[in-house]
């Protein structure tokens, strides 16, 4: 059973930035950010192949977020810029035991991001 736990979550004015990490208790394959606002259902935000090479990012936050990864750390993490009020939503990580496109096996419990405006 791998473990996930975020990091970096916090309050932020709107046009800032904030960095989130996820650190997996052990290796994992293809990794992904998801996010859920009060009284909307979870939405996937950003994934990454275990190589780095295949990404993949939801429209909403193309060209804000970028999200990368360090295999030697066991750690992916999210750079959110430019952040908009409508970003404000707990960001979870998932990650997964294989390196193709699929459910997601472990979840971690998610950091709050706040933007006000």
């Known amino acids: 059973q791998v473990q996930l736990v975020e990091s970096g979550g916090g309050l932020v004015q709107a046009g800032g930035s904030l960095r989130l990490s996820c650190a997996a208790s052990?290796?994992?394959?293809?990794m992904g950010w998801f996010r859920q606002a009060p009284g909307k259902e979870r939405e996937f935000v950003a994934a990454?192949?275990?190589?780095?090479?295949?990404?993949a990012y939801a429209d909403s936050v193309k060209a804000r977020f970028t999200i990368s990864r360090d295999n030697a750390k066991n750690t992916v993490y999210l750079q959110m810029n430019s952040l908009k009020p409508e970003d404000t939503a707990v960001y979870y990580c998932?990650?997964?035991?294989?390196?193709?496109?699929?459910?997601?096996?472990?979840w971690g419990q998610g950091t709050q991001v706040s933007v006000s405006s």
């Open positions: 990454i192949s275990w190589s780095g090479v295949a990404i």
């Open positions: 998932a990650a997964r035991k294989s390196d193709s496109v699929g459910k997601y096996d472990y």
């Open positions: 052990g290796r994992t394959y293809r």
